[in-house]
């Protein structure tokens, strides 16, 4: 992995844990953090709870200095107005989002959002100063039809085509036969679709972007499978889902510079 790309763990919760349950959630975590020790120099982690939390969230990152950065799960294409149901970017930034997630494959399946929907969530990220961590990624017909990369560096391409250089983002391929199945891609498998990825990258925005972008792995990773990803040269990080909702193994996750490795 390049040492100038801080690694980023990012716990997307999905639809789990009411305002109530995400308060007692993030102060065992915090708690959890600090006993082991968590550097946030070495790693930087970020919590995407329901839109419902994160108020609640916002209030203990804030009122306890907490390592953690904050992050929804999906954001508005549009800022203000008579969207019933969206929620805006501005509204994000003023709870002091940082991230937010566009693209998540539960959402281009459950609401039918395309790359052209991506793409101006993406924009929408944008111009409220957030970072806009895009979901890409092949499902199990996709991968037997076309291979690994195809569907995923199309998505990517139909979005950058249209977003202009320079600005922060960061991917995250999330295979869709992963995704709460248990079998997580292999190292290897995952390396190589990043790789293109990140060549995507490179002839869509220039050398620059291709070396500072972070790319994240997604997909049934846990604490055991972590640290093989993380020493592949172009994984940077990993979008955890279920077990993010496990603080043990969210913090042994977070803390895998430190895991022998088991590859
Ligand atoms: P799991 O880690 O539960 O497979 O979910 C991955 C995911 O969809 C994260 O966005």
Request: net charge negative; hydrophobic share 40%; with cysteine.
């Amino acid at each position: 992995m390049a040492t100038t790309r801080r690694p980023l763990i990012a716990g997307n919760w999905k639809m789990n844990l009411d305002h109530l349950q995400s308060i007692a959630f993030v102060q065992k975590l915090a708690w959890a953090l600090k006993d082991k020790k968590f550097n946030e120099q070495e790693v930087e982690v970020a919590v995407f709870p329901p839109f419902t939390d994160l108020r609640s969230v916002q209030t203990l990152i804030n009122a306890d200095d907490l390592p953690l950065q904050l992050g929804a799960q999906d954001v508005s294409m549009h800022d203000e107005g008579a969207h019933t149901g969206d929620v805006s970017g501005v509204f994000l930034k003023a709870l002091d989002c940082q991230y937010v997630i566009v693209g998540h494959s539960e959402r281009r399946a459950d609401h039918h959002e395309d790359d052209e929907v991506c793409t101006s969530k993406v924009q929408a990220a944008l111009r409220n100063n957030l970072v806009p961590i895009l979901c890409v990624g092949e499902t199990a017909e996709d991968l037997e039809q076309y291979g690994a990369s195809k569907v995923p560096v199309d998505q990517l391409t139909a979005v950058l085509s249209s977003v202009k250089k320079g600005a922060e983002m960061v991917i995250a391929y999330e295979p869709v036969w992963a995704i709460g199945s248990g079998q997580a891609a292999t190292p290897d498998q995952a390396e190589e679709v990043c790789a293109t990825l990140r060549d995507t990258i490179r002839s869509l925005h220039g050398d620059e972007a291709a070396q500072s972008t972070r790319i994240l792995y997604g997909g049934s990773v846990k604490s055991g499978n972590i640290a093989g990803f993380l020493k592949r040269e172009n994984i940077d990080g990993a979008l955890v889902g279920g077990a993010s909702l496990d603080v043990d193994e969210f913090v042994a996750i977070a803390r895998f510079p430190h895991h022998v490795s088991v590859d």
